[in-house]
């Protein structure tokens, strides 16, 4: 199966599907304090996408048994969520993917719980960094090569580790489609960027070592040596030559400054 350039009618509906993504993360974004439990986030999640229309896409995918994926700590990502309380210095990735109208949308933030530490503090604004400079690259005439290259660079600068396993995707009417997009990359190789092109572009940087297990649930991807990781993710298409961000952190933001 080759690779799908949309419509732009294809992609407003796959904005349409983002868009519930980011407030339904900015839902949860409410409720994270320490005390709640992943499990019951991932009820409040499900609730809203089936109120707005929509399906929860990880639900049921390949077996996955949450609506949402959310990966505390070490966890990098694919963590179910469970009834374990989270705790004051936590941090935690939550990610959501929608299905409506025929088309995914799929978005992930990192989450502070309470009082996190000053160093897991500036992985999580650097993961983001990471992102907005792996978005700069989604230019029409760059290379898949270009995405990653943008993306380690910066998390190298400060000595992280990126996430060689797990990489971002082509997204549409499929949750996951061609091509794959790493994290690390050379500039000037792989795929050319074109018009139509529509990507989650999901960086998933480590504190410490780039190395991962996998635990025996089946699904969490841990990091080696335990450390924190961070994860955030946007869709993004391919407009006019330029990169335009489908997804949205805004509710997300709006979320937290009203707490
Ligand atoms: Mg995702
Ligand atoms: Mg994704």
Redesign the pocket.
Known sequence: MGIHYKTKEEIELIRHSSLLVGKTLAEVAKLIKPGVSSLELDRVAEEFIRDNGGEPTFLGYNGFPGSL?ISVNECV?HGIPNKKPLENGDIISV???VYKNGFNG???YTFQVGEVDREVQQLLRVTQECLDKAIEACREGNRIGDIGFACQKHAESYGYGVVRELVGHGLGAELHEKPEVPNYGKAGRGLKLREGLVL?I?PMINLGTKEIDQLSDGWSIVTQDRKPSAHF?HDVAIVNGKPEVLSTFEYIEEALKNK
């Open positions: 994926c990502v990610d959501c993917g799929d978005s992930a989650a999901e993710e």
